[in-house]
Antibody, heavy 118, light 107 residues
């Protein structure tokens, strides 16, 4: 059974950094692209970033480009999101998610809340 | 980035109603358009993939259509468990995007 567990969320001041982690189990981690998707309180879903199965390609939504970095450690079955220069508008629940070949997300973590506030 | 615009943003309907939600892309995305349902406090669930393919386990009252820039999600007969928020998502570009969502609530 696919299991994705995020950690690392919390309250942080604007301009500071935070690193999220996602521990995966129940599938061949190194065979799947992985995504971060976020959802601000009471708002819709926003795709944040993707990293290919072998980390050969990484893509970001424009609002986080240059501030966030997605990475993975296939030996530890762990996905990361390093977030720098955090802004109030980055406040959201961040979901780790497994991408499928057909272009959907079928498996999601439970999410970790990041609150950017002074 | 490819923008997806859903309409309406919200709607009120009764059990048994036929409901249609549309999603328009800012450029052609072939059939790389998918639909999700999200209930409060829960992760999204795939309903339709590649515009018109019903995800395994999803009731047949859900259907999708469209290609290019215009897509539709239809619920043929709304059930109590269908009151939720629905999102479209494109995977045509390496930079995925979601629509802003359509909230379906009880009339």
């Amino acid at each position: 059974q696919v299991h994705l567990v995020e950690s690392g969320g919390g309250v942080v001041q604007p301009g500071r950094s935070l690193r999220l982690s996602c521990a995966a189990s129940g599938f061949t981690f190194s065979s799947h692209a992985l995504h971060w998707v976020r959802q601000a309180p009471g708002r819709g879903l926003e795709w944040v970033a993707v990293i290919w199965y072998d980390a050969s390609n990484k893509y970001y939504t424009d609002s986080v480009k240059g501030r966030f970095a997605i990475s993975r450690d296939n030996s530890k079955n762990t996905l990361y999101l390093q977030m720098h220069s955090l802004r109030v508008e980055d406040t959201a629940v961040y979901y780790c998610a497994r991408g499928e070949v057909v272009g959907i997300i079928e498996h999601w973590g439970q999410g970790t809340l990041v609150t950017v506030s002074s | 980035d490819i923008q997806l615009t859903q309409s309406p943003s919200s709607l009120s309907a009764s059990v048994g109603d036929r409901v249609t939600i549309t999603c328009r892309a800012s450029q052609t995305i072939d059939i790389y358009l998918h639909w999700y349902q999200q209930r409060p406090g829960k992760a999204p669930k795939v309903l339709i993939y590649a515009a018109s393919n019903l995800q395994s386990g999803v009731p047949s009252r859900f259907s999708g259509s469209g290609s290019g820039t215009d897509f539709t999600l239809t619920i043929s007969s709304l059930q109590p468990e269908d009151f939720a928020t629905y999102y479209c998502q494109q995977s045509y570009s390496s930079l995925w995007t979601f629509g802003q969502g359509t909230k379906v609530d009880i009339k």
